[in-house]
């Protein structure tokens, strides 16, 4: 299992985007969340600008959808390039075929689940998507504190995962940092969003290289690495 970090630019400086991206270079996705003023209470970037972003981008593009009717907004986004697109099962009306035609576009396909919401009852999705991002904040806004409570679904989903034995990577968002990212990575999450720890320090490119050792450290001596092991014996 590859850790992978995906620094959100929610908390890049919006008027020199390109010139942010370029200092994620060690990163492994640079992450732009899309938010339409009604699933949050809040409005970033929509599809013109992603696509302008895909063109600037270094690094591929993983597109967070915080939109209602994901149905019929999403493949567009893969349309646009972005290499992965990720919706929020809350918002759709028809998950399966959504992750069926961002496939079908040729992005990678992710689905997102609120704090508040139960990975029970979507396992039977898992083999329709590439990643599942399980949100550590409500979504909405950068720089919020993480919520530990989360941690339990997050073994939950791993299990699943590789119950299933499913090629799909977890994705963890909001409240990512130094702090928090090992208690992540033990738990089984192997993607890691962070926002404000990456562009508040003083070099991004370092701090993308710190949390990368630490969920690597972590991840090295988590449950879900061991063979056989499962999270209640811990
Ligand atoms: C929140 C967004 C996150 C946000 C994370 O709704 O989905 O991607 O940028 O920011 P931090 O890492 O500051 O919590
Ligand atoms: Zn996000």
Known sequence: MT?????????????????????????????VDVMDNHFVPNLTVGLPVVEALVKASPLPVDAHLMIADPDRWAPGYAEAGAASVTFHVEAAA???????????????????????????????????????????????????????????????????????????????????????????????ADVFVAGSAVYGAPDPDRMVGELRALAEQASARAWWQQAGQRPDQE
């Open 3 to 31: 850790v992978q970090i995906a620094p959100s630019i929610l908390s890049a400086d919006f008027a020199n985007l390109a010139r942010d991206l370029g200092r994620i270079s060690e990163a492994d996705w640079a992450h």
């Open 94 to 188: 028809a998950p399966i075929r959504t992750a069926r035609a961002i496939r079908a576009a040729g992005a990678r396909v992710g689905m997102a689940l609120k704090p508040a919401t139960p990975i029970e009852g979507y396992e039977d999705l898992l083999g329709e998507l590439d990643l599942l991002l399980l949100m550590t904040v409500e979504p909405g806004f950068g720089g919020q504190p993480f919520l530990d409570l989360v941690l339990p679904k997050i073994r939950r989903a791993r299990a699943a995962i590789a119950g299933r034995g499913a090629d799909v990577w977890l994705q963890v968002d909001g409240g990512v940092s130094a702090q928090t990212i090992e208690r992540c990575a033990e738990a089984g």
